[in-house]
C-alpha cells in the first residue's frame, strides 16, 4: 500500500464512527474508492473498528458486492438471462472478450475493465442487455458493444 | 420454578432454562451436534428438534429446536413422537449425503435405522456440518481468529485470506468442540500444527511432557491472570508433587503420633 492510499483509507475511518457497527459502510467506502478491498485495507479496517480480522473477511467474502481482487474502474455487465440469451447475449460477451481480452469476472491488466455476467436485470423487454458501469444499454448490437464499452 | 411436561411426566425447572438441558437431566436421550455447555446455543444442527403443545392450545402443536426453547409454565413436551422422528430421520439422512464418512453421523443415523442415505451424496465434500461451534468457542476465548468464509454452498469455515490466521493461539479449542471432528492438527516433536500455523509447545521443566502451545500460555497468562509458572510443570507432575507433600504430611504426623 502506498502512502497516498493510506491517507485514502484514513479518510474513509476519519468519515464513519469507529466502531463495529461501521464495517459494511467502511467496506462500501473501500470497494468504491480502491475498486477492491486490498488485503491491507481489511487488516487496518479489522484495527480501526476493533473487529476481529476473521469478521472482517467474513464480512468482504459474503457480499457479492465486494471484491478481494482488483476491479476494473468500468464494470460491464453483460446479462445472461432467458430474454438476453435468446437475443443474443452470447455474441455480444464474445465481441467484449476478444475485445478486452478478458473473460467474465476477470480485470484488464491496466485496471480499466471488467466483465461481469449477470443473470437477469429485469429488462427483458430491451434484451440483450449491457450495464455499463450505471448506464442501461439496450437492443445491443454485437458489433457495437466494444464501442460503447470504450465511450464509457 | 415452572412445571413442565415431559412425555407425560411433570418436571420442575428453571425459569429462563432451555428444553434440552432439562430433557437430557432427565434422563431422556435426543441426539444434537452443535450444541456444548460451553456455547451459546444457536439451532444451527435442528437434530434436537421436540413436539411441544399447551393445555389451551386445544390439540395444535408445533415443533422446536430444544436447544433454543426456554421452559415456560405449563408446557407439554415430546421428544420422541412419531413425526419428531420423522424429522430427525430426514437430518441423519440429509447429513448423512453431506458427510458420508463422519462416524457421529454414520452412528447417530444407525440409531434412527438409516444406513444409507437416499439423497445423494455432496461431491468432494468434507465431514463439516456448518454448525459453527469452532467459530463460537473462539469467540468466547476472545480470539475470534476463524471465520465462515463465503456464501451459500461454498461457504466453508476458514482463516481469514486462506492463510495462517494472525489470532489463533493453538488451543485446539475449535479441533475439540467440533462435533464430526473435522479439523486437522497434529503435535510433533515441540511443534503443534493447526490451520496450518505452528506453534511451539512448552515442555514440563520435570518429565519434559509437552503441555499447551506457547501463545496460548501467553494468553492466559496476560488475560486471565495466571502465574507463569503455572505452565512451567505438567498437571502431572504437579500431581505427584501435591502427592508428595501430602505423603511427608502424613508421615510428621504419624510420626508425632508415635
Known amino acids: 500500500m502506498t502512502q497516498q492510499d493510506v491517507t485514502r483509507l ?93 473473460k467474465p469476472g476477470e480485470t484488464t491488466p491496466d ?15 430491451m434484451a440483450p442487455v449491457m450495464i455499463v458501469n450505471a448506464k442501461y444499454h439496450g437492443n445491443v448490437p454485437c458489433n457495437r458493444a466494444l464501442r460503447l464499452v470504450k465511450k464509457a | 420454578m415452572v412445571h413442565i411436561t415431559i412425555n407425560g411426566k411433570v418436571i420442575k425447572a428453571t425459569e429462563g432454562e432451555m ?10 436421550e435426543i441426539p444434537a451436534l452443535c450444541h456444548h455447555e460451553a456455547i451459546e446455543p444457536t439451532g444451527n444442527c435442528r437434530l434436537c428438534m421436540v413436539e411441544i403443545t399447551r393445555e389451551e392450545w386445544d390439540g395444535w402443536k408445533k415443533h422446536v429446536t430444544s436447544c433454543l426453547y426456554p421452559v415456560e409454565e405449563g408446557l407439554i413436551v415430546s421428544t420422541h413422537t412419531p413425526d419428531v422422528i420423522e424429522i430427525r430421520k430426514t437430518i441423519l439422512d440429509l ?78 479449542a475449535c479441533a475439540q468442540i467440533c462435533p464430526t471432528d473435522v479439523i486437522p492438527w497434529t503435535d510433533r516433536d515441540n511443534t503443534r500444527t493447526i490451520w496450518d500455523r505452528k506453534f511451539e509447545l512448552i515442555s514440563c521443566k520435570e518429565c519434559g511432557r509437552q503441555t499447551i502451545a506457547r501463545e496460548f500460555a501467553d494468553y492466559l497468562i496476560e488475560k486471565r491472570n495466571i502465574p507463569r509458572e503455572y505452565f512451567e510443570i505438567c498437571d502431572n507432575c504437579k500431581r505427584s508433587e501435591l502427592a508428595r507433600k501430602m505423603g511427608e504430611i502424613v508421615a510428621r504426623a504419624q510420626e508425632v503420633a508415635i
Open chain 1, 10 to 102: 484514513q479518510g474513509i475511518f476519519g468519515r464513519n464512527p469507529r466502531e463495529p457497527g461501521s464495517l459494511i459502510a467502511v467496506l462500501q467506502d473501500i470497494q468504491r474508492e480502491f475498486h477492491y478491498l486490498p488485503r491491507e485495507a481489511l487488516s487496518e479496517t479489522a484495527k480501526a473498528l476493533e473487529v476481529p480480522l476473521s469478521k472482517v473477511y467474513s464480512a468482504a467474502t459474503f457480499y457479492s458486492a465486494f471484491s478481494l481482487t482488483p476491479r476494473g474502474e468500468n464494470i460491464i455487465r453483460v446479462c445472461k438471462g432467458t430474454a438476453c440469451h435468446i437475443k443474443g447475449a452470447d455474441l455480444l460477451l464474445d465481441q467484449l472478450e476478444s475485445g478486452l481480452g478478458i
Open chain 2, 95 to 172: 447429513q448423512l449425503a453431506n458427510c458420508p464418512d463422519s462416524e457421529v453421523i454414520q452412528k447417530m443415523a444407525e440409531e434412527y435405522g438409516i444406513y444409507k442415505t437416499s439423497y445423494e451424496v455432496v461431491p468432494e465434500g468434507d465431514n463439516c456440518i456448518m454448525c459453527y461451534a469452532c467459530t463460537r468457542i473462539c469467540e468466547v476465548l476472545g480470539r475470534s481468529a476463524i471465520s465462515a468464509v463465503g456464501r451459500g454452498h461454498r461457504k466453508e469455515i476458514a482463516p481469514p485470506f486462506g492463510a495462517e490466521p494472525p489470532d489463533c493461539i493453538g488451543c485446539l
Open chain 2, 19 to 28: 428444553l434440552l438441558s432439562v430433557i437430557r437431566r432427565h434422563g431422556i
Open chain 1, 111 to 125: 485496471l480499466k475493465y471488467t466483465i461481469e455476467v449477470v443473470n437477469c436485470v429485469g429488462a427483458c423487454a
